[in-house]
C-alpha cells in the first residue's frame, strides 16, 4: 500500500476475522450515516485503527474506532454525533477504544505517542469523508517515515521489554499469542517497520503465520466466550477441535511454528534496521578519515564463505550447486566468527545446493561437529539454516522433533531447541572427554526418538545409528552414539533414585556402559542434557550424586570390585551428632540449614537458594516415613529431594545402655509454598506426635486437599494416572519400587502410609520432584530382611498404585 492508498475493504485476516470485520463495516458505516445527517455535522470519517484497522476482528476482540473531523463543525454536534456512534456499540455490549480528533490533533498524538503512531498507521477508512481519511493517512505516513530514525530504535527496545515479560511464544506452553515474541503484536510492528521504508520483513511464510495465529485466536475466543489472548492449557483440546486438528499437541506446534516464523523475521528485519541506521549515522568521509573499512569490504572466513558489514554471505566464486558442504562450511565459519548468516546466502543455498552423498565426506561431517562446538553462536545460525529447509534436508528425522513441544514442565524448550541447546552445553564440556565429536554428535540426538511410539530412549537409538551411519562415522563410534543415546538417562536416575551402596546398582550402570571411554562422554552428556533441561533439573547437589555414581562405575570398568552392601556411608558430624542425640533420647531430633547453589567459578555473582536441607534424626520404629510426610505437608512444605537410610552409631555409643536398636537418617530438601519456614520446635512437636498417634494427620491433610481441588489452576490441570512398578534387577539385597506420579500435598504420607499398611520395612528410599512429576524410588525388604517375593513385590505395586489414584 503506498502513501497515498486508502484501504476501503479489510484485509483478508482468515475466514472469521474477515467476515466479521466486514459486516462490522456494513453496519457501522449505516449508524454513521445515520448519525452525520441527524447531527447536521459534515466534514467527518469514521476511520478503524488497530488490529480493527487491519481486519484482524476475533469473535471477542475490541473496536477501535477514530473520529475524524475538519474542525469546522461546532464542539456540540461532534459530541452529538460521537454519542450517537459510541452508545449503539456499547449497546450492543461491545468493548469499543474510541477518541476524536482532528487530522492535525491525530498527526500530533502520534508524535508523542508511539503506541498511537502504531495504531494511526493501519487507519482504514470506514464511513464518511474519504479525502479526510485519506489526507490523515497520508500526513501520519509521512511523518512515520521522517521519524523513522529516532522511533525504530525505541520501537524495538519496547519489543526487547515485551519480550522479556511475556517469553517466546515457539517454547511456551500456555503462551500469549498477542504479546509473546514472536506473537500478533511483532507482526504487527514488522508492517510498521516496513511502512518505515528502512528496511523490509523476509515475506516468504509471514502471512501464513499471522494469518494462523488469527485462526488460533478466533477459536480459543469461540471455545472459551471470552476476549483473551491466553491459550491456557485447560483449553488448547477444545481450541484444537475447533480448529480441525488431531490434538492439542499438534496444535501447539502450528502455533510454534508460526511464532518461529515470525521470530525468525523479527530478527532478520531489526539487523537491516541497525545496520541502515549505522551506515547513516556516519558520513562516508568521516568513516574515510577514521580508517573505518569500506562498507562492501569482504573478509574470507573459509572457502566460499566471507563477512561483509557484519554478516556472512557467499563469496562472489562459491557456487552453491557444485559445492554439496557449503552450508555446513558456511554454518561452521558464521558460528566460530560469531556472525550472523544472510538471508540470502542461505535462500540462495537451500534453493540451489545438491543434497551430500551417503555417508557424507570427511568435510562435511567435520563441519558439522565445528557448527557444534561453537558455543551459544550456534543457536542463530541453526535458527537460520532451519529457517529455510536446511536442517531437516541434512537431517531428514529432524521433522519429527521440530516444534515438538513438552508437557513436562521441567523442560524449558521445544525438543528441538532442547536438542541444540545440549550440543552448545556439551561444547563446554569437550575438554573433559577424549572423543568430543562424538558427544557432539550424542548431544544433537539424545532426544531424537521423541514422537516416536515407546520409549524414546530406545526409539532413538535405532534413528541414531541412522544419522551416525549416514554422517559417515565407523561402526565403532556409531556403537557408542548408540549407546549414548540409549543410556543418556542412566546416570542420573540411577544416581536420584537408587541406593549406590548397592553392588547392584554400580554393576548394572557399568554392564550398560561397557567402557570408561563411554562412561566419560556419557557423564558430560548427562550434564549438558540436563543443564539444557532448566534450572530444576540440575543443582550441585545431583551434579555430586552423578559424580559420586560415575566414580563407582569406573572403578568396575577397570576391574575394581564394588563394595559390598554392609559398607555404608560415612555419616556428617552433623548427621552423627544428631543420631546420637536421637539414639540417648529415644525421641525425634531435627535441624534446619538453608541450602544454596554455589556459582560456577567463571559466573560469579550470589549463590541461587535451593532451599532448605532438613535433618531428621528418630528411633527405628514403624510409621516413621509417613509420620514425617504428613508433618511437612502439613506446614505446607514442598520436597523436593529425600534420602531415608539407617544410621551406623559409632561402637561406644551403640554398646551404652538400654537403648533403642537403630536410628533412622532422613535428609530432605524442602522449601515452602509460600510465606516462612516453620520453627524446628513446632515441626520436632508435632513429629513426636504423629508418632505417638496424637496428631489426626489424615484429617488434617484431607482439609489441605479440599482447598488445594479448588485452586483454578489445579482444576484445569490434567495430569496422567501415576505409576508403580517393581525395578527389575534393581538390587541384590532389597526389592526396588518405583513411584512416578502426579505432585501433590500429601503424596509421600500416602505412599508411606501404604509401604506400613504393607508391612515391609523400607531400607531406604530416594526422592526427587521435578516440576510437577514426584520420581521416587523404595528399596523395600521383609520384615526378615530379603527381598520381597515376586509376586508379593507385584501385588504390593498394585494396591500402591490404587491408593494413589
Known amino acids: ?128 469523508d474519504l479525502g479526510l481519511t485519506a489526507g490523515m493517512r497520508t500526513a501520519v505516513l509521512a511523518d512515520w517515515r521522517n521519524l523513522a530514525p529516532k522511533r525504530l530504535p525505541e520501537l524495538h527496545e519496547l519489543c526487547q521489554e515485551r519480550a522479556a515479560r511475556q517469553g517466546e511464544l515457539q517454547y511456551l506452553l500456555e503462551p500469549d499469542l498477542k504479546e509473546a515474541r514472536g506473537g500478533l503484536r511483532d507482526a504487527t510492528v514488522l508492517r510498521a517497520v516496513a511502512a518505515s521504508w528502512l528496511a523490509d520483513a523476509p515475506r516468504e511464510g509471514l502471512d501464513g503465520a499471522r494469518r494462523r495465529l488469527l485462526d488460533v485466536r478466533d477459536a480459543l475466543h469461540l471455545t472459551t466466550g471470552r476476549a483473551t489472548d491466553r491459550l491456557a492449557l485447560q483449553e488448547q483440546d477444545q481450541v484444537a477441535a475447533e480448529l480441525g486438528l488431531l490434538d492439542a499437541d499438534t496444535l501447539l506446534r502450528e502455533v510454534y511454528e508460526s511464532a518461529r516464523t515470525i521470530s525468525y523475521a523479527s530478527d532478520v528485519t531489526w539487523r537491516e534496521v541497525n545496520r541502515v541506521l549505522r551506515a547513516r549515522s556516519v558520513r562516508p568521509r568521516l568513516r574515510a578519515m577514521l580508517g573505518s573499512r569500506p562498507a562492501n569490504e569482504r573478509t574470507p572466513l573459509a572457502e566460499g564463505v566471507v563477512e561483509q558489514e557484519g554478516e556472512v554471505v557467499l563469496a562472489r566464486t562459491a557456487r552453491p550447486e557444485r ?73 531428514p528425522d529432524w521433522e519429527r522433533v521440530r516444534c515438538r513441544p513438552q508437557r513436562n514442565a521441567v523442560h524449558t524448550w521445544t525438543v528441538d531447541r532442547h536438542l541444540v541447546e545440549t550440543a552448545v552445553q556439551a561444547s563446554s564440556l569437550t575438554r573433559r572427554v577424549g572423543r568430543p565429536d562424538l558427544l557432539l554428535i550424542a548431544a544433537l540426538l539424545h532426544d531424537i526418538g521423541k514422537g516416536w511410539p515407546g520409549d524414546h530412549s530406545v526409539a532413538g537409538e535405532i534413528i541414531a545409528r541412522d544419522v551416525a551411519t549416514r554422517i559417515g562415522f565407523t561402526s565403532q563410534d556409531v ?55 532448566g534450572p530444576a533439573a540440575w543443582s550441585t547437589w545431583r551434579g555430586s550424586l552423578v559424580t559420586d555414581l560415575a566414580k563407582r562405575v569406573a572403578a568396575v570398568l577397570v576391574g575394581e570390585a564394588p563394595a559390598a552392601p554392609e559398607q555404608s556411608t560415612a555419616l556428617s558430624a552433623e548427621q552423627e551428632r544428631l543420631a546420637i542425640e536421637a539414639f540417648r533420647t529415644g525421641g525425634p531430633v531435627l535441624s534446619l540449614h538453608a541450602q544454596t547453589e554455589e556459582p560456577a567459578a567463571d559466573e560469579g555473582g550470589a549463590p541461587e537458594p535451593l532451599g532448605v536441607e532438613l535433618l531428621i534424626a528418630v528411633p527405628d520404629q514403624p510409621g516413621v516415613l509417613p509420620a514425617v510426610a504428613g508433618v511437612l505437608a502439613m506446614h505446607r512444605l514442598t520436597v523436593r529431594t529425600a534420602e531415608l537410610r539407617a544410621a551406623e552409631l559409632p561402637d561406644p555409643v551403640a554398646a551404652d545402655g538400654e537403648a533403642p536398636s537403630g536410628v533412622l537418617l532422613l535428609d530432605w530438601r524442602v522449601a515452602a509454598e509460600y510465606g516462612s519456614l516453620p520453627q524446628a520446635t513446632r515441626l520436632r512437636a508435632d513429629l513426636v506426635r504423629a508418632l505417638d498417634g496424637s496428631l489426626d494427620i489424615p484429617a488434617r491433610l484431607a482439609e489441605r486437599e479440599k482447598a488445594y481441588a479448588k485452586n483454578p489452576r489445579r482444576r484445569g490441570s490434567h495430569a496422567p494416572p501415576p505409576r508403580v512398578t517393581v525395578a527389575s534387577a534393581g538390587s541384590q539385597v532389597a526389592t526396588v519400587i518405583e513411584v512416578r506420579a502426579q505432585d501433590a500435598p500429601g503424596l509421600l504420607y500416602r505412599i508411606g502410609h501404604a509401604l506400613e499398611a504393607a508391612s515391609v520395612l523400607v531400607r531406604s528410599a530416594h526422592v526427587s520432584t521435578l516440576g510437577a512429576n514426584a520420581v521416587d524410588a523404595f528399596y523395600v525388604t521383609t520384615p526378615q530382611g530379603g527381598p520381597l517375593p515376586g509376586a508379593v513385590a507385584a501385588e504390593l505395586a498394585r494396591v500402591m498404585e490404587d491408593s494413589l489414584r
Request: cysteine-free.
Open 479 to 533: 556403537d557408542v552414539i548408540a549407546t549414548l543415546v540409549r543410556h543418556h538417562l542412566l546416570l542420573v536416575e540411577t544416581a536420584t533414585r537408587r541406593d549406590l551402596d548397592d553392588p547392584a546398582t554400580v554393576r548394572a550402570v557399568a554392564d550398560a556402559v561397557g567402557s570408561t571411554g563411554t562412561l566419560e562422554l556419557l557423564h558430560a552428556l548427562t550434564e549438558a542434557d540436563a543443564l539444557a533441561t
Open 1 to 128: 500500500m503506498t502513501s497515498v492508498e486508502v484501504s476501503t475493504g479489510t484485509e483478508d485476516s482468515g475466514p472469521s476475522g474477515y467476515a466479521a470485520a466486514r459486516l462490522t463495516d456494513e453496519w457501522l458505516e449505516a449508524l454513521f450515516s445515520t448519525a452525520a445527517r441527524s447531527a447536521g455535522v459534515r466534514g467527518a470519517a469514521l476511520v478503524a485503527v488497530g488490529g480493527y484497522g487491519r481486519g484482524e476482528l476475533s469473535p471477542r476482540s475490541d473496536l477501535d474506532l477514530l473520529l475524524l473531523h475538519d474542525g469546522n463543525a461546532e464542539k456540540g454536534a461532534i459530541a452529538a454525533l460521537a454519542d450517537r456512534v459510541w452508545y449503539p456499540v456499547w449497546d450492543l455490549g461491545l468493548d469499543l477504544d474510541h477518541s476524536v480528533r482532528t487530522p492535525a490533533e491525530a498527526r500530533k498524538t502520534a508524535g508523542e505517542d508511539l503506541k498511537v503512531q502504531l495504531g494511526l498507521l493501519d487507519a482504514r477508512h470506514v464511513a464518511g
Open 323 to 395: 559445492d554439496p558442504v557449503l552450508p555446513l562450511r558456511a554454518a561452521a565459519a558464521a558460528a566460530q566468527s560469531e556472525l550472523p548468516m544472510s538471508m540470502h546466502a542461505v535462500r540462495r543455498m537451500a534453493a540451489t545446493t545438491r543434497p551430500l552423498p551417503v555417508p557424507w565426506p570427511a568435510e562435511a561431517r567435520q563441519e558439522l561437529i565445528t557448527l557444534l562446538g561453537a558455543g551459544q553462536a550456534t543457536i542463530g545460525v541453526w535458527e537460520a539454516l532451519e529457517a529455510e529447509g536446511l536442517i531437516t534436508r541434512l537431517l
